[in-house]
């Protein structure tokens, strides 16, 4: 079966497609001066496009996982996401409070999902 990647760099892909579904690297936000709201946001900002080039949407995420760097931060985070994720869609997700390798990055988050 043949693997498709997206966004290839020499240690990661952003992006492979196998089999029907699409598997998404852990996403960070660039603008690191940010908080945890405006991180979370940039961040489903990158998951958004990332499916749209591999023909797919947050609607068929099939599972999420989100490390924060501080569970303190758990209710932004959480604002940000109920006002993302389709109601009615909500995938299955774990929340983990994990130190992050850029000390800057408040949350990453790993999606894969179902092709439309």
């Known amino acids: 079966m043949e ?19 699409v598997y998404l690297a852990g996403q960070i936000a660039e603008d690191t001066s940010q908080g945890i709201e405006g991180q979370m946001c ?15 949407d947050k609607s068929c995420i ?6 924060i760097a501080d569970m303190a931060q ?3 985070m959480n604002t940000v996401w109920d006002e993302w994720v389709p109601q009615g869609h909500t995938p299955p997700r774990a929340t983990v409070e994990a130190k992050l390798a850029n000390p800057a990055c408040l949350v990453e988050v790993c999606v894969t999902a179902a092709l439309r």
């Open 42 to 56: 940039e961040v489903l900002g990158h998951v958004d496009r990332l499916l749209s080039e591999a023909g797919s």
């Open 3 to 21: 693997i498709q990647r997206l966004h290839v760099g020499k240690r990661l892909s952003e992006t492979a497609i196998h089999n029907g579904t």
């Open 74 to 76: 758990f209710p932004g």
């Open 62 to 67: 099939l599972m999420c996982q989100i490390f």
